[in-house]
């Protein structure tokens, strides 16, 4: 949700790494046993760009295609 509303995500989840909607430049993987936060990442002002995958995701796109 973060994502689509043009925003940043920080999180300790690693496997958002393998998904087609990961871009280093909006979200920040951190260690949850030491979890240091990169200044940079946050003062970064990264452009916002469109994830097609996020589209796919929206509720009522994935009942679509649930009950198609």
């Known amino acids: 949700w973060a994502l689509a509303q043009g925003k940043k995500v920080i999180t300790t989840n690693r496997s958002i790494i393998d998904m087609p909607l990961y871009d280093p430049n909006r979200i920040s993987v951190i260690d949850r046993k030491k979890p240091i936060i990169n200044i940079d990442f ?7 760009k469109h994830i097609d995958s996020l589209s796919r995701l929206r509720i009522d796109r994935w009942i679509e295609e649930l009950i198609s």
Request: charged share 15%; aromatic share 14%; net charge positive.
């Open 42 to 48: 946050l003062k970064n002002n990264a452009s916002y």
